[in-house]
């Protein structure tokens, strides 16, 4: 069996961009996490990054939303999480054997939060049943389609790795619960307020 992708470098742990009023700003995720658990009065533990593209796939009339990563996520249950937009993907790239993280810049302007109630991790693609895509974004319903935006995905953000290597590693799937909140319209002066204190 592989080992597991690394998918943070010590330089960039904890670290986040976000782009707010054609600004990006770099900073640490745990403190807009406080931030923003003490604005929606729910404590955040992380956040699960959705490309901007594949959000209006969410079904928001659903209570349940189940998201798949390449292999393993590390989503702990009972742990609620926000789900920023990804506005330019980040990546990996390596060069005279030293490998350089490129963060993702987000946005968490009318963003979702749910809480983690399932994870299952490392399950191969001949192994999904059609149950496991009930709750899934609209655009995948079927072993397949996930591949596809599986690759689309990861051939941007891991680009050493091979179509067959991201097939072979499988998935991990994370069942979601949408967690009703202070405010569900998480505006951009209030990033920015945020932002301000912060920096």
């Known amino acids: 069996m592989n080992s597991d992708i690394i998918r943070e470098t010590p330089k960039n742990k904890n670290k986040i961009s976000i782009l707010c009023e054609n600004t990006i700003y ?43 990563n390449l292999e393993k996520s590390g989503h702990k249950i009972n742990k609620v999480y926000i789900l920023p937009k990804i506005i330019q993907q980040g990546y990996f790239e390596e060069k005279d ?52 935006a599986i690759f689309k995905r990861y051939s941007i953000s891991l680009p050493t790795l091979l179509k067959n290597d991201i097939y072979n590693r499988g998935v991990s799937l994370t069942t979601l619960e949408k967690v009703e909140v202070k405010s569900s319209n998480i505006s951009k002066d209030l990033i920015l307020k945020i932002i301000k204190k912060i920096q």
């Open 26 to 68: 770099t900073f640490k995720l745990d403190l807009l996490l406080k931030e923003l658990s003490n604005y929606l009065e729910i404590e955040i533990f992380s956040i699960i990054r959705i490309k901007l593209e594949e959000y209006e796939y969410i079904n928001t009339k659903n209570k349940y939303l189940t998201h798949f």
């Open 97 to 148: 054997n030293l490998k350089t993280e490129i963060l993702p810049i987000l946005s968490f302007e009318e963003v979702l939060i749910y809480k983690c109630i399932n994870c299952k991790e490392h399950i191969s693609y001949q192994d999904l049943k059609k149950d496991d895509f009930k709750y899934s974004m609209t655009h995948i319903s079927n072993s397949q389609e996930l591949f596809d």
